[in-house]
């Protein structure tokens, strides 16, 4: 379909503004980073390191990445093994209710956060009587990271067939050597690429975290929604936010090469 000049510059027009909306936040968060005025007035009239000197020596933000960190890493573990289960047991069998069993393991990433943390902490409290814990705020997590890696295993699972697999066992590999040599190969770019996003997912999770966490559990979103009105700690948080901007890019540019060359089916 060829576009007339008109609709080119509308779209470009139209791009250029949701760029805009999106990247200028990011672009002010960046600079008052270096903002020396406490007061924050924009334009910056002087640009200092003061701020990440200070928050580099910050031991509540250490500790705040350190636990989330540890939950993204514990809740990304298991949305790859479970999502993966979930996504053969799907995509390779056929069974009654299959499609409804989809939908329940796809629903968690739809349901408003708010919903799916009382749900959870009504669960961890009240069913289980489990006491809120870095433990409860991972599983919480891994309800919705698994769907990530299912969504990615199933796709890829569905593009291959089930033809390799076949001729795979039929020269005599038991089911475990086939996938082990020839289905966990052509799976291991979306694996990798489902964890990244996983991670990602977990790492900035707020509202679930927030029903979920126990006393003195304290994750970086947390933190920073804690801190973000103490004027002695908004130069912190601006600092952190660069960095959270500078390190999301590589696991973003990683999911997207990772996913985008093992779509076409060759390896």
């Known amino acids: 379909m060829t576009l007339g000049r008109g ?45 990440w000197k200070v928050a580099a020596t910050s031991q509540g933000a250490r500790d705040a990445i350190l636990t989330s960190l540890e939950v993204g890493l514990i809740a990304t573990a298991a949305a790859l093994v479970l999502g993966t289960l979930a996504a053969f047991a799907l995509v390779r069998y056929e069974f009654f209710g299959r499609d409804s069993i989809s939908l329940l393991i796809v629903l968690p990433i739809a349901l408003p956060g708010i919903v799916t943390g009382l749900a959870l902490n009504s669960a961890f409290t009240t069913m289980m009587g489990v006491s809120l814990s870095i433990w409860t705020v991972a599983v919480a997590h891994a309800t919705f990271c698994i769907v990530v890696v299912f969504n990615n295993v199933s796709a890829r699972l569905r593009q291959i067939g089930g033809n390799v697999e076949e001729a795979s066992m039929d020269l005599g590999a038991s089911r475990w050597t086939t996938f082990r040599w020839v289905t ?25 975290t927030t029903f979920t966490a126990g006393q003195g ?23 952190i936010g660069t960095v959270l901007i500078l390190a999301s890019l590589l696991p ?9 060359g093992s779509s076409g089916g060759r390896l």
């Open 7 to 51: 609709a080119r510059a509308a779209l470009r027009a139209a791009v250029g503004l949701v760029l805009v909306v999106i990247y200028v936040p990011l672009l002010v968060v960046a600079i008052s980073s270096f903002n020396a005025d406490q007061t924050f007035g924009w334009p910056p009239t002087q640009l200092t390191f003061h701020w």
């Open 184 to 208: 966990l190969p052509l799976l291991r770019f979306v694996l990798l690429a489902g964890a990244l996003l996983a991670f990602a997912l977990s790492f900035d999770e707020i509202v679930v």
């Open 217 to 239: 559990v304290q994750t970086l979103p947390i933190w920073i929604f804690t801190n973000l009105f103490r004027p002695n700690q908004t130069p912190v948080i601006n600092v």
């Open 252 to 260: 973003i540019y990683l999911s997207q090469k990772l996913v985008g």
